[in-house]
């Protein structure tokens, strides 16, 4: 059992906050835990499920005398959260973000943030395609990597990221410009790359609905189910990180004509080294730990 902090504040409770809060519980990482969603729905289901030890019904409510604020909203709606928290809090508290850009809430979020208290970015990088206060589940951060981006060299900075330890990931500290461009490659685009080939099959109408369902075979597979995230979510993660995911997209379509070129000249040697290069990426992505062999990557089968 490590405390890291007295009092924790969650303001959101979906899938990144609701397994922060059964982290915390694992490892009694926190005295004790408020949450605060918007919806009353939300708020209900928390109480229901016994996620945090007080639901608050309102944000300023649940962070007054808090010690850490976690902000695990949308990106787009934390500047607005922290406006309308910053006269509750308390000094000396420590507020982080789980968002998945970081520049720009910096740009939205620092203007708020009171004197004598913290503001320190972080980005744990673990997820799922599913969301809500119900998707959440203690092991999620296990040895993923949660980035730190600190605006300042404060002793805060040092105590979140044992905080991000205590709930089983590992912390590397990143400047905001590069963690948006590392993320862009890592996580944005092949989002979009996966909303988009889903978009082009649903509009394909000479393969039906059911050929897609029923022939998918498991490349496809994964592609529907990274595009079933959430898609506020993802709206707002586009819309922030709009430089870098531009600056990779271009990459990518050069990438892609190199290879529709290939194709079309039946230049084999060129395609057979650009997959040999990329199986061997996929190798040290297993070797890290980041991912498992298992068929299926481990997923277990459903039998309908
Ligand atoms: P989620 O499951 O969709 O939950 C979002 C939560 O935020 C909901 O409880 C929602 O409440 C609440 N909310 C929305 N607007 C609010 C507001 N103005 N005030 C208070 N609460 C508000 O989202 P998530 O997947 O946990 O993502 C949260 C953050 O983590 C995002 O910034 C995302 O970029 C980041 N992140 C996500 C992943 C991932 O894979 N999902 C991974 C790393 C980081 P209602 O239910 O009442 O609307």
């Known amino acids: 059992m490590t405390?890291?902090?007295?009092?924790?504040?969650?303001?959101?409770?979906?899938?990144?906050?609701?397994?922060?809060?059964?982290?915390?519980?694992?490892?009694?990482?926190?005295?004790?835990?408020?949450?605060?969603?918007?919806?009353?729905?939300?708020?209900?289901?928390?109480?229901?499920?016994?996620?945090c030890d007080e639901v608050c019904d309102s944000a300023e409510e649940a962070v007054a005398d808090a010690d850490l604020i976690v902000l695990a909203t949308p990106v787009g709606a934390m500047g607005a959260v922290m406006q309308a928290i910053a006269p509750h809090l308390k000094p000396g508290a420590t507020v982080i973000d789980v968002g998945s850009v970081k520049q720009t809430i910096i740009d939205e979020v620092t203007p708020y943030v009171p004197e004598g208290v913290h503001f320190v970015g972080t980005h744990?990088?673990?997820?799922?395609?599913?969301?809500?206060?119900?998707?959440?589940?203690?092991?999620?951060?296990?040895?993923?990597?949660?980035?730190?981006?600190?605006?300042?060299?404060?002793d805060a900075v040092a105590q979140v990221e044992t905080y991000w330890k205590a709930l089983g990931a590992d912390t590397e500290r990143m400047d905001p410009?590069?963690?948006?461009?590392?993320?862009?490659?890592?996580?944005?685009?092949?989002?979009?790359?996966?909303?988009?080939?889903?978009?082009?099959?649903d509009d394909l109408r000479r393969v039906s609905d059911q050929e897609v369902i029923k022939f998918s075979a498991a490349g496809f597979r994964d592609f529907t189910r990274i595009a079933a995230s959430d898609p506020t979510m993802w709206r707002?993660?586009?819309?922030?990180?709009?430089?870098?995911?531009?600056?990779?997209?271009?990459?990518?379509?050069e990438e892609l004509f190199a290879l529709q070129r290939a194709i079309r000249t039946g230049d084999g040697e060129q395609l057979h080294a650009y997959f040999t290069r990329t199986r061997?990426?996929?190798?040290?992505?297993l070797e890290a730990g980041q991912d498992t062999d298992k068929p299926d990557f481990g997923r277990v089968k459903v039998d309908r």
């Open 124 to 154: 744990p990088m673990a997820g799922t395609e599913h969301s809500g206060p119900e998707s959440g589940f203690a092991t999620l951060f296990d040895g993923r990597w949660c980035l730190i981006v600190p605006v300042d060299d404060s």
């Open 236 to 253: 707002d993660v586009f819309l922030t990180n709009k430089d870098a995911t531009i600056e990779m997209l271009g990459r990518f379509t």
């Open 3 to 51: 405390q890291v902090y007295g009092k924790v504040a969650l303001i959101g409770l979906g899938l990144i906050a609701s397994s922060m809060f059964w982290a915390m519980k694992r490892g009694g990482v926190a005295g004790t835990v408020a949450g605060y969603a918007r919806s009353e729905a939300t708020r209900d289901t928390a109480r229901r499920i016994g996620l």
């Open 280 to 285: 061997a990426i996929r190798r040290s992505i």
């Open 177 to 201: 410009e590069h963690h948006d461009l590392v993320c862009a490659v890592v996580s944005h685009i092949p989002h979009l790359i996966a909303y988009t080939m889903v978009g082009v099959a």
